[in-house]
């Protein structure tokens, strides 16, 4: 062993080296996410295709949606919600941090000068070396001995585990990942504005319901009061047709307050202060929802934002524990510099006299109470399995929001053509009701109460409506529409 050169033993001790840490590493698991999903809908609406890979999540937003105002407000609120302009500072620091993470595998080189004044004890090894010895023939060291440099310094930790490396592709991971999140924030801002917008809309029409009501409930109450003139209905019935008349007038009110607070909150995700917001509310009851392909369960990974936030999430903590790991293992360094020294300044560029320079190499490495490495290790490889998990949850998360709305939309287009048999029925038997009581063959209150179911049922009707239009809107977000 004696023979042998110097770098041969020096190689095998390194080597006896990290074999001993190596074996000291604790041996954990990982998780493999599950990403298995049905390989189609359970759908029974005819306004949904999911037989096809066609998928509108690949639709814009502009061409989804089909009106005159919406899509403007939605421009609007894509650039000026606060909540997404809070969400690309976060990108930007984000990609600041892949900028920092690149440059701590490269060399470190600096600039510095100095200065700096020293009287050392003579009764000392510097002092007994300045005492015997001259500066140069003839001159001795000055007292206090001064001392000017400058030169450029460098220092290099050699990635040999690519633990800086790593840790720059967990950076870009991460960078990925928040833009992804702001992908999911406006695809949520998208289906926001558009379900306020509709249902803004819905109380329009509610509005201008309530008041054909009213009309028609002050025709019956100016013919009550005929009808009293000739004996043929009492001051009891002229009182509650106009008790009916008030109570439809004041919930006029309440509807307007609705409005009011609707168009704010659609004015601060537009990211601005309250105005009238401009909308397109005749026709509402004759749109029909627009028919959505959903493709297959599998395209989910691809076109929702939040899935693959998760999915670059899992990936960057899978790499973190490589990097986690790395700290294990010795870490290499090189430092070195170059420039001038000198006790006096008119001799700090003479060459070579006044010129210095240094190389060293570090190795390092833990062998005692690594507990904090051992801490770090353990907390990402825990990191990497609660992201294993977030990452399926969310994948069953999205696959159930796109069932809930298949349903949803099924039932409520059953609702709708039920509904609008039953306000054609009440709006029928209002007609004749007031024929009857006309002809005295008919009780005031039956009038009252006709009116009252048709004007609910109509209300009814027209929410319907707007929720058919909000779980269209809604599985289009559930698919993965609206950021692309």
Not at 179 to 201: D, M, P, R, S
Not at 379 to 388: E, F, L, V
Not at 409 to 428: C, F, G, H, M, R
Request: net charge neutral.
């Amino acid at each position: 062993m004696t023979n042998k050169p110097m770098y041969i033993r020096l190689a095998v001790a390194g080597a006896l080296a990290l074999s001993m840490q190596a074996c000291s590493i604790p041996l954990l698991t990982t998780k493999k996410a599950d990403t298995k999903l049905p390989a189609q809908f359970n759908n029974q609406s005819t306004n949904i295709q999911t037989q096809s890979t066609e998928n509108t999540a690949n639709l814009n937003w502009k061409d989804f949606f089909d009106d005159a105002y919406l899509p403007g407000l939605i421009d609007i609120a894509i650039a000026n919600n606060k909540e997404v302009n809070i969400m690309a500072q976060r990108i930007s620091m984000a990609k600041n941090e892949i900028q920092a993470r690149r440059g701590e595998y490269l060399p470190f080189v600096s600039f510095g000068a100095g200065a700096d004044l020293e009287k050392v004890g003579r009764f000392t090894r510097n002092g007994a070396v300045e005492e015997s010895l001259e500066i140069k023939e003839g001159k001795a060291f000055p007292e206090p001995l001064p001392n000017y440099q400058f030169g450029l310094y460098s220092s290099w930790e050699l990635d040999v585990w690519k633990k800086l490396r790593n840790a720059t592709k967990v950076a870009g991971m991460e960078y990925m990942a928040s833009i992804e999140g702001k992908n999911f924030l406006v695809t949520n801002l998208v289906a926001e504005i558009a379900n306020a917008y509709y249902e803004l809309i819905a109380l329009d029409n509610q509005l201008d319901n309530l008041a054909q009501n009213i009309q028609i409930q002050q025709n019956a109450l100016q013919v009550t009061k005929e009808l009293k003139q000739y004996a043929r209905a009492t001051s009891l019935a002229v009182k509650r047709f106009e008790a009916e008349v008030k109570k439809n007038q004041s919930r006029q009110y309440v509807i307007k307050q609705q409005q009011v607070e609707l168009e704010n909150r659609i004015n601060f995700l537009l990211g601005r202060t309250p105005q009238p917001i401009q909308r397109a509310s005749a026709g509402f009851m004759e749109i029909q929802p627009k028919m959505i392909q959903a493709g297959v369960p599998a395209q989910l990974l691809e076109n929702r934002p939040d899935i693959r936030k998760a999915e670059l999430e899992l990936a960057a903590a899978d790499l973190n524990i490589q990097v986690a790991k790395a700290n294990f293992y010795p870490s290499f360094a090189i430092r070195a510099g170059v420039g001038f020294q000198a006790f006096n300044p008119k001799y700090l560029l003479n060459t070579p006299e006044s010129l210095m320079y240094s190389l060293a190499g570090d190795i390092m490495a833990p062998l005692v109470n690594r507990n904090a490495i051992t801490a770090v290790y353990k907390n990402a490889n825990a990191t990497q399995i609660q992201a294993a998990y977030d990452y399926e949850q969310t994948i069953i998360n999205a696959y159930g929001e796109v069932a809930n709305q298949l349903s949803n939309i099924d039932n409520l287009e059953k609702n709708y053509q039920l509904k609008t048999t039953q306000v054609q029925a009440l709006t029928e038997s209002v007609d004749v009701a007031n024929q009857l009581f006309k002809s005295a063959r008919a009780e005031y209150l039956e009038i009252l109460l006709t009116q009252r179911e048709a004007l609910e049922a109509k209300g009814e009707l027209i929410e319907t409506k707007q929720k058919q239009m909000s779980a269209m809107v809604n599985l289009y977000r559930a698919l993965g529409g609206g950021w692309k």
